[in-house]
C-alpha cells in the first residue's frame, strides 16, 4: 500500500509480536499501583513503537489495534480470580522441577531456590 523503508520477513503480521508484548507489559504494570507509573512510560514507548513499525511499512494500522486488543484481553484474564488459582497450581507444579532440574546451581549458589 506505501512504500517499506525496512525488509521485513514475508510473515504473519497480525496481531504485531512486538506491539502485543510491549503492550501486555504496560498493562500490567498499570494494573497494579507501585509499577503504575512505569507502566504509563512503558504504554508510551509501546505506542510509538507501533506508529514506527506502521510508518516504516512492516505493519499496518490494524496490526497494532489487534495486539493493543489482544494485549487488554491477556491482561484482564490474567487478573481474573480463576487466572490466578491456576497460576498458583502451575506453580506448585513447576517449583519442585525447577529445583530438581537446578539442584545443583542451587547448591552452588549460582541461581535462587
Known amino acids: ?3 517499506t523503508f525496512m525488509h521485513h520477513a514475508a510473515d504473519s503480521s497480525f496481531p ?4 502485543t508484548i510491549m ?3 504496560a498493562f500490567v504494570l ?6 503504575r ?3 504509563a512510560v512503558l504504554s508510551i514507548a509501546a505506542f510509538a513503537t507501533a506508529w514506527a513499525r506502521v510508518y516504516v511499512g512492516v505493519h499496518y494500522p490494524m496490526d497494532m489495534l489487534g495486539a493493543l486488543v489482544m494485549a487488554f484481553a491477556i491482561t484482564r ?5 480463576k487466572s490466578a488459582e491456576g497460576v498458583r497450581a502451575v506453580l506448585a507444579l513447576a ?7 537446578f539442584a545443583l546451581p542451587i547448591r552452588r ?5
Not at 504485531?16 to 506491539?19: E, F, I, K, L, V
Not at 484474564?77 to 480470580?81: A, D, G, I, N, T
Not at 517449583?95 to 532440574?101: A, E, G, Q
Open 77 to 81: 484474564l490474567s487478573v481474573l480470580p
Open 95 to 101: 517449583v519442585p522441577v525447577y529445583r530438581r532440574l
Open 16 to 19: 504485531s509480536d512486538h506491539a
Open 23 to 25: 503492550f501486555t507489559m
Open 37 to 39: 507509573s512505569l507502566g
Open 30 to 35: 498499570v494494573s497494579s499501583a507501585c509499577t
Open 109 to 113: 549458589g549460582w541461581v535462587r531456590p
Open 1 to 3: 500500500v506505501g512504500h
